[in-house]
């Protein structure tokens, strides 16, 4: 169960993002609901594994009646999930994977790299190996280093992916990929707006060129953070600091992690949708890498997000997270067909940096839940809460 205040009073130093939104300070009552998160992720996970198939599914949803649903299965997402349970203990792991050990379902993922096109799916499959002991990763690096991601058109979210893998795997052979695509990333990074491109060579269609998400920014930084931290490259660490900070100095006012940005300028282009991934792990995981690199106050910003996700404005209260249901439902969006909010947004803002639409939340309210959930999103909540951090958050004197 979710436990959702805590009574102590706030304060924690704020000397590092000075500009970001809210501050602890202006809180009551901190969020203290990471143990019942890694709760919900565990249960999760063991309704999402497809033991016929050996893998996890592609999603829950909501179906007749509200039976939950389990659809298709994703190489990808058992990798994310991997990631997480990693640090699980055994009998967790086994419980969660119908009885088979993490370190079969990594053969399984190892076994299919030839089959991977996609440098995100090689590289968080290496990264899964690695984090799991996962002994034969060799031909892991081979395909990764064959995909040449330090030098083709790459999705920036797949290029902070290899960075992190690169990292997790300390083999000297993958030393000089980790160190070029580090470099690759850093040299994207536009000092004005403090923002990523949402694809790093070509590729990029015309309406979206200057449009990127939120992944295209957390992502990044958690990678150049953790290698900032392994190499102790001030550069890397510099950029993930200013990075960080923009994204957090952009952070709704009821604690929400916006959707989509002009990197040119650094500016929200669309808010909606609010993801639960970016509340409770995605955001999270990111902050707590600057923290290892000395940032303060990241934690109150993990706990505005958390806010938002116990008690959502946008529900009137409400919030994504099923205690009955035991899920954390995807997303609030808008009452729209399709994403016309953002193609508007996106056609208005290409023509000039500072023209947006107006009236949105009037015409397409933000009060829609998306009924589902995948199994990335709680790979990535044990990741980003390991049972110790989760403790600490849980029990500190805030």
């Known amino acids: 169960?979710?436990?959702?205040?805590?009574?102590?009073?706030?304060?924690?130093?704020?000397?590092?993002?000075?500009?970001?939104?809210?501050?602890?300070?202006?809180?009551?009552?901190?969020?203290?609901?990471?143990?019942?998160?890694?709760?919900?992720?565990?249960?999760?996970?063991?309704?999402?594994?497809?033991a016929p198939d050996g893998l996890f599914g592609f999603r829950v949803r909501r179906g007749a009646g509200g039976r939950l649903v389990l659809e298709g299965v994703s190489w990808r997402y058992t990798a994310i999930a991997l990631i997480g349970l990693a640090a699980e203990p055994e009998s967790t792991q086994a419980s969660v994977l119908g009885?088979?050990?993490?370190?079969?379902?990594?053969?399984?993922?190892?076994?299919?790299?030839?089959?991977?096109?996609?440098?995100?799916?090689?590289?968080?499959?290496?990264?899964?190996?690695?984090?799991?002991?996962?002994?034969a990763r060799q031909r892991l690096v081979d395909r990764l280093v064959e995909l040449e991601p330090d030098r083709a058109p790459m999705p920036t979210v797949e290029l902070a992916w290899t960075l992190s893998a690169a990292c997790a795997e300390q083999d000297s052979s993958i030393a000089g990929l980790r160190t070029r695509v580090a470099?690759?990333?850093?040299?994207?990074?536009?000092?004005?707006?403090?923002m990523f491109p949402h694809v790093i060579g070509e590729g990029a269609t015309a309406l979206r060129a200057h449009v990127a998400c939120f992944a295209d920014l957390?992502?990044?930084?958690?990678?150049?953070a953790w290698y900032a931290a392994l190499t102790r490259d001030g550069a890397a660490a510099a950029v993930a600091m200013t990075a960080g900070r923009a994204i957090c100095a952009r952070q709704g006012d009821a604690g929400q992690w916006w959707w989509h940005y002009d990197r040119r300028t650094g500016d929200v282009i669309e808010r909606y949708p609010v993801y639960a991934v970016h509340q409770d792990s995605m955001?999270?995981?990111?902050?707590?890498?600057?923290?290892?690199?000395?940032?303060?106050?990241?934690?109150?910003?993990?706990?505005?997000?958390?806010r938002w996700l116990a008690r959502s404005p946008e529900l009137r209260g409400g919030t994504l997270v099923d205690d009955e249901a035991e899920i954390i439902w995807r997303k609030v969006a808008r009452r729209e067909p399709g994403k016309t909010s953002r193609t508007l947004q996106a056609l208005a803002s290409r023509s000039s940096e500072r023209r947006r639409v107006p009236g949105l939340d009037a015409v397409f309210p933000p009060r829609a839940i998306d009924y589902e959930d995948r199994p990335y999103h709680l790979g990535w909540?044990?990741?980003?809460w390991p049972e110790d951090r989760a403790r600490r958050w849980d029990n500190a004197d805030v």
């Not at 169960?1 to 009552?29: N, Y």
């Not at 096109?117 to 090689?122: K, W």
């Not at 957390?218 to 150049?224: I, K």
């Open 1 to 50: 169960m979710i436990t959702v205040e805590r009574q102590q009073p706030c304060g924690r130093d704020t000397d590092v993002f000075p500009q970001g939104k809210p501050s602890r300070d202006s809180l009551a009552a901190p969020v203290a609901m990471a143990a019942g998160l890694r709760e919900l992720a565990i249960s999760g996970l063991r309704r999402m594994y497809s």
């Open 99 to 135: 009885g088979e050990s993490i370190a079969r379902v990594s053969d399984r993922l190892a076994c299919n790299v030839h089959g991977m096109n996609r440098v995100g799916d090689v590289a968080l499959t290496l990264w899964a190996c690695a984090r799991s002991g996962y002994k």
């Open 183 to 194: 470099r690759r990333l850093m040299a994207a990074f536009d000092k004005r707006s403090a």
């Open 218 to 224: 957390v992502y990044p930084v958690h990678a150049l």
């Open 283 to 306: 955001a999270p995981m990111a902050l707590f890498a600057l923290s290892d690199l000395g940032a303060h106050d990241v934690e109150a910003h993990v706990d505005a997000g958390l």
């Open 381 to 384: 909540v044990l990741y980003a």
